[in-house]
């Protein structure tokens, strides 16, 4: 039997409302906008009482439940290449298989397609597809790529100049009603509340033992607040009790609840780029924690916004905000920066060592991690390993190959440890990585 959390059984009944709400929203008259997690708008979007739908979150609930696979097939029948984002695929094919989403009530189609472009051009060609099927209006937001690693005020001005010109009027037509500026600012006040407890609770990876895995559990920690939750009271409880909860467990000195019970014993301290796998997700975490392994730090856990680095959502500036979140998303980060921030977490976690997963159809994760990895190994000072497999291609996991290769990575993180006399090989030079870099399809 599957353990978990109480917070994250109090996410499965927020998530059931929510597809509730969807399933009647058009004979409760609600607009329905698809939109994508990063760079995405939901104070906004609530102010305007229009419900969010985000298709690479229906996509990876799909693999979860065993269901993309199929998806996918449909997809590729109808002429779609098999090196096309499985996301792309399986939302595609969930739409030709009647749209039902994970709780099996259908999904409604859209009234708009708002396109927030923030490092992915699958993203607009995704949309373009899908104005083709529907028929409906699209709002383009882009924004622009942080190439230097910084953020201007000309990139803030372009951003909020589009919120005012082009997403701000759509939503007041399909919405029937003007903005309503008080309420965008309430929406954005309990955000950054939610963003503090969030914060406190990846930063609660610092201690030893770690009383949370930052990526697998770090995935449900995220879901409120990366999809459509994000400036509600619920937002705001569902952290709150979700710090409380963990603050319990560091107190006791416990670490991370896994999906067999509470982990033993912290052996190995990680940090993991890239997204999980979503069609084995349990297996694939039971890879890690059966050899005591936990990541500290993550980065999908932060592309739907890199909060620990400072930012918040401010109702004082709500558009101004809004564009500073936009800009700031992981996957609109220059490759130094994420670099940087990869490096960075290794350090003030004091990890052992750090992990890419490359995502076989994602390009906006997997360009450029190999030369990425060697520079975090140059930064950091520790060994990074590499595994390969997909997001919700089932195809593409081979849980074998990948199981050898990272017991074959803590293997050998435990062989260095113990050479250099320590708990912790953060400050020892790295030697040559091992060579995990092999296909995994099956």
């Known amino acids: 039997m599957i353990q978990k959390e109480q917070s994250m059984e109090t996410q499965k009944a927020m998530l059931a409302g929510y597809f509730g709400r969807l399933a009647t929203a058009q004979r409760d008259h609600r607009p329905v906008v698809y939109t994508f997690v990063p760079g995405n708008l939901t104070e906004l979007l609530s102010a305007f009482d229009v ?33 096309v984002c499985s996301y792309v695929k399986c939302d595609l094919g969930m739409m030709m298989k009647g749209n039902l989403g994970p709780t099996g009530e259908a ?22 597809l899908l104005r083709e099927q529907y028929g409906c209006d699209i709002a383009m937001l882009h924004v622009p790529y942080q190439g230097d690693g910084k953020l201007t005020p000309a990139m803030r001005a372009y951003v909020v100049e589009q919120l005012e010109r082009e997403v701000i009027p759509k939503l007041e037509k399909i919405a029937g009603r003007k ?24 930063e609660s990876a610092k201690a030893r033992p770690s009383p949370i895995d930052a990526y697998f559990a770090g995935v449900y920690y995220i879901g409120p607040i990366f999809t459509s939750f994000r400036g509600s009271q619920d937002a705001c409880d569902y952290y ?18 896994t999906p067999d019970g509470p982990m033993a014993q912290e052996k190995y301290r990680l940090v993991i780029e890239g997204p999980p796998n979503w069609t ?35 109702p004082r500036r709500p558009l101004e905000s809004l564009a500073d979140y936009c800009l700031g998303c992981y996957t609109n980060l ?15 976690y004091q990890a052992d060592g750090f992990l890419f997963h490359s995502v076989k159809s994602c390009n906006s994760f997997s360009a ?26 089932g195809r593409y996991y081979s849980h074998a190959n990948i199981k050898n290769r990272v017991e074959s990575y803590l293997q050998m993180l435990g062989s260095r440890r113990g050479a250099a006399g320590t708990t912790s090989s953060a400050s020892a030079a790295p030697p040559a990585s091992p060579q995990l870099h092999l296909p995994v399809h099956s």
């Open 51 to 83: 419900i969010p739908v985000y298709p690479e979150i229906n996509a990876l609930q799909s693999g979860m439940r065993q269901r993309s696979d199929g998806f996918i097939r449909e997809a590729e029948r109808a002429g779609h290449s098999e090196d």
């Open 107 to 128: 999904i409604p189609p859209p009234d708009l397609l708002l396109c927030s472009f923030t490092g992915c051009f699958v993203f607009m060609k995704w949309f373009e």
């Open 368 to 393: 450029g991690q190999l030369h990425m990895m060697r520079e975090v190994e140059r930064l950091s000072g520790v060994p990074g390993g590499f595994i390969e497999s997909d997001l919700v291609d």
């Open 280 to 314: 084995s997700f349990r297996n694939f975490w039971k890879i890690f924690y059966d050899e005591g392994a936990v990541a500290v730090a993550s980065t999908y856990t932060k592309v739907g916004g890199v909060y620990d680095t400072g930012f918040r959502h401010d």
């Open 240 to 257: 709150a009790a979700l710090r409380r909860e963990v603050d319990e467990r560091r107190a006791a000195g416990l670490g991370p609840v």
């Open 179 to 202: 903005l309503d500026q008080a309420r965008l600012e309430e929406n954005l006040a309990r955000s950054a509340r939610a963003e503090d407890d969030l914060v406190h609770v990846f």
């Open 334 to 348: 220059s490759l130094p920066a994420r670099t940087e921030l990869i490096a960075r977490n290794v350090r003030e």
